[in-house]
């Protein structure tokens, strides 16, 4: 299994992904949600799958086999979302975490496969007595390793008595921007729309030379986070149309063109004219299931599942995966980004234009973001921002 040719199929179903919750989920609010958490939920539930069901994963995920994923996943988690804050760099916080119904007992390949490859924490709850009891604790699990920012994961009556196994991951990042905004020159200024309106927010600024490409109906700016010793590099990139309603055709190219997002970074500094990016916080959750299944991927929802690798059990013949919760934050301020997600899968029985004069970077309109790794191209987080004031 090659990593780039890998990724390039990761962030490939990312960003399709993208376009599908930002225009049936989002099309009127702020989104941000995490690519790489909602991949690596679906990559265990295929890691004790077989027949149809791990097809259907594959085929989705862009993915040979289950070992390969696996892999990808391992290499990901050590490349890529290890913390680096004990260097200078972003730190950063990645966990899964497998827990069982009381009653049944993980298949030793299973359970090898996840503790190894997915480094998961694994517990048994008793789903059949105590369900409330083990949403809260899988609440708790989740919001411990994402700083306090996810709360909530799993919505009351997510779990019940039927509940028999939850899958899921939390991942926490927090960057410092290496050239902080000063926010004494942080002024309220006005932000358009969608609908044409005008609303005062603060907008942060700066003199300073940025990562900025120009193209024929966008811009991208790319911010980069103050880095560790080691060699990876964490940046935000900030697609801004021209046109104050041209979001939606620039998530549409986004989507639909694989190597858009690499095609598309800005990797010389420039001379800035006019420069304005407003301070946001944003937080959204949604539930994963009937978009997959758009995707194509019906089989793990459904009596026909196959999840019989996970458990030692003739149960394991009757379980399906009834809903996956995600949920995502992130706040940009003058200090950097602080931003965290978790996905949980409940099982249940049945090209730049180069210029010379001064870019305006002036996001005082929707504007689509991005949160990644350089180096290996893992992209973290996505959202759209329509209107910085909206309260989380």
């Known amino acids: 299994?090659?990593?780039?040719?890998?990724?390039?199929?990761?962030?490939?179903?990312?960003?399709?992904?993208?376009?599908?919750?930002?225009?049936?989920?989002?099309?009127?609010?702020?989104?941000?949600?995490?690519?790489?958490?909602?991949?690596?939920?679906?990559?265990?539930?295929?890691?004790?799958?077989?027949g149809e069901t791990q097809k259907q994963i594959l085929s989705v995920l862009r993915s040979g086999?289950?070992?390969?994923?696996?892999l990808l996943s391992s290499q990901i988690a050590d490349i890529v979302l290890a913390d680096g804050s004990s260097s200078g760099g972003p730190r950063l916080t990645f966990a899964n975490g497998v827990w069982v119904d009381a009653s049944l007992s993980l298949k030793s390949t299973f359970k090898e496969v996840i503790t190894s490859a997915y480094k998961a924490e694994t517990k048994a709850l008793d789903f059949q007595a105590k369900a409330e009891d083990a949403r809260q604790e899988v609440n708790s699990w989740?919001?411990?390793?994402?700083?306090?920012?996810?709360?909530?994961?799993?919505?009351?009556?997510?779990?019940?008595e039927m509940t028999r196994l939850v899958l899921g991951n939390a991942l926490?990042?927090?960057?410092?921007?290496?050239?902080?905004?000063?926010?004494?020159?942080?002024?309220d200024s006005e932000f358009y729309l969608l609908d044409g309106s005008t609303i005062q927010v603060p907008f942060m600024s700066t003199k300073e030379k940025q990562y900025l490409s120009s193209y024929n109906d966008f811009k991208v700016l790319g911010i980069?986070?103050?880095?560790?010793?080691?060699?990876?590099?964490?940046?935000?990139?900030?697609?801004?149309?021209?046109?104050?309603?041209g979001l939606r055709n620039l998530a549409e190219k986004l989507s639909t063109e694989s190597?858009?997002?690499?095609?598309?970074?800005?990797?010389e500094?420039?001379?800035?004219?006019?420069?304005?990016?407003?301070?946001?916080?944003?937080?959204?959750?949604?539930e994963a299931s009937e978009l997959l299944k758009t995707l194509g991927l019906t089989s793990p929802f459904g009596q026909d599942a196959d999840l019989r690798e996970m458990v030692d059990s003739a149960?394991?013949?009757?379980?399906?995966?009834?809903?996956?919760?995600?949920?995502?934050?992130?706040?940009?301020?003058?200090?950097?980004?602080?931003?965290?997600?978790?996905?949980?899968?409940?099982?249940?029985?049945?090209?730049?234009?180069?210029?010379?004069?001064?870019?305006?970077?002036?996001?005082?309109?929707?504007?689509?973001?991005?949160i990644r790794e350089d180096k290996t191209g893992v992209v973290l987080f996505i959202g759209h921002l329509l209107n910085p004031r909206t309260a989380v």
Request: charged share 20%; aromatic share 12%; proline share 4%.
């Open 224 to 245: 980069p986070y103050k880095q560790g010793e080691d060699e990876r590099r964490f940046s935000m990139y900030i697609f801004l149309p021209d046109a104050r309603d």
């Open 65 to 70: 086999s289950a070992a390969d994923l696996s």
């Open 172 to 187: 926490y990042f927090k960057g410092a921007w290496d050239q902080r905004f000063d926010a004494s020159q942080t002024k």
């Open 142 to 160: 989740v919001q411990n390793r994402t700083g306090g920012l996810i709360n909530e994961l799993l919505p009351s009556r997510s779990v019940d």
């Open 315 to 370: 149960v394991g013949g009757s379980l399906y995966v009834s809903s996956i919760h995600h949920k995502s934050f992130v706040e940009v301020n003058e200090e950097g980004t602080e931003a965290a997600a978790a996905t949980a899968a409940v099982v249940n029985m049945l090209k730049s234009i180069r210029l010379f004069e001064p870019l305006d970077f002036v996001a005082d309109h929707p504007f689509l973001f991005v």
């Open 269 to 286: 500094k420039v001379k800035i004219g006019k420069f304005k990016i407003p301070k946001f916080k944003i937080s959204f959750g949604f």
């Open 259 to 267: 190597e858009f997002l690499n095609h598309h970074i800005p990797w």
């Open 1 to 50: 299994m090659d990593l780039s040719d890998s990724i390039v199929h990761q962030t490939s179903f990312s960003l399709q992904f993208a376009k599908l919750v930002g225009s049936s989920l989002a099309s009127d609010s702020n989104l941000v949600f995490s690519p790489i958490s909602i991949h690596t939920a679906l990559a265990l539930v295929a890691a004790g799958s077989k």
